[in-house]
């Protein structure tokens, strides 16, 4: 048996391995886990590498999006997207999603618009792989310890909204939340919505309880149902805090509604 084919022999068997020590409680959440970051790197750079010679555009993120929902493909976990016409408008609008896990970004890739930019932390810059994806498709960084910093993302984002027609997606919880109830709004989704006078587009995600559980060590195959909410008019809200509290209110009360649809669809 020459090199080549000892090397082939030896990759199925720790391939095979990796998918038995899968299937266990606590270890397979923990290759599980790894192979998602790994997926989020690899398929970054890929996507990244593949963009290159279209250079900087928020429709890359098209390829690097099939490029990562194949990679995750044996991870089992399927999303059910709701009411997708309403992101066929041209406009430019602010679309605004619960955010519970790094899982979201599966979610996105199959909720995301043309010309859109996401808002992400600014920590995210520094994640390999992941980042190059980021640069590529003109994501926007924004530091949530520096109010100065964060106003100064705020108003260049203004700036590409009125520019290039933009329509930007933001997590206004601001972190991951996994609670059913979500969590208090941050304005920056709001101030931009009001200020560049355009609608506010609510996407709602169901509970990944039934997949995925961070404190239970629990992560397998399971389906999440992705649901595209009518647009909000902002100018009809006087100040941003009324229409901050609608929007969670109306994306609350959605939650519940699909919530209970999943628990039907994971049995």
């Known amino acids: 048996m020459n090199f080549g084919t000892m090397t082939f022999y030896t990759i199925l068997f720790i391939i095979a391995v990796l998918l038995l020590l899968a299937r266990l409680p606590i270890i397979g959440f923990y290759i599980r886990a790894v192979y998602y970051g790994l997926c989020l790197m690899i398929g970054g750079f890929v996507g990244g590498i593949a963009s290159i010679p279209y250079g900087k555009s928020a429709n890359n993120h098209f390829r690097m999006f099939k490029i990562f929902q194949f990679m995750t493909w044996p991870m089992g976990i399927e999303f059910e997207l709701r009411n997708a016409e309403i992101l066929n408008d ?93 969590a208090t709004f941050k304005k920056g989704a709001f101030i931009l919505a009001k200020q560049a006078n355009i609608p506010i587009v609510p996407c709602v995600f169901s509970t990944h309880k039934f997949f995925y559980n961070q404190a239970e060590k629990k992560l397998t195959g399971g389906k999440c149902i992705i649901d595209i909410l009518p647009e909000v008019d902002s100018s009809k809200f006087e100040t941003v805090d009324e229409l901050s509290t609608h929007c969670r209110n109306i994306m609350q009360q959605h939650r519940y509604k699909l919530d209970a649809e999943a628990a039907n669809l994971n049995l």
């Open 90 to 182: 041209e406009k430019p609008y602010i679309i605004i999603a619960n955010h519970q896990s790094a899982l979201d970004v599966l979610g996105m890739s199959y909720a995301w618009p043309v010309n859109c930019i996401v808002m992400l932390k600014s920590s995210l810059r520094y994640f390999p792989g992941f980042n190059l994806c980021a640069y590529l498709c003109e994501s926007v960084y924004i530091n949530r310890f520096s109010k100065e910093k964060a106003h100064k993302t705020v108003d260049s984002t203004l700036h590409e909204i009125v520019s290039k027609k933009r329509k930007v997606w933001i997590y206004p919880e601001g972190t991951r939340n996994a609670n059913n109830e979500l």
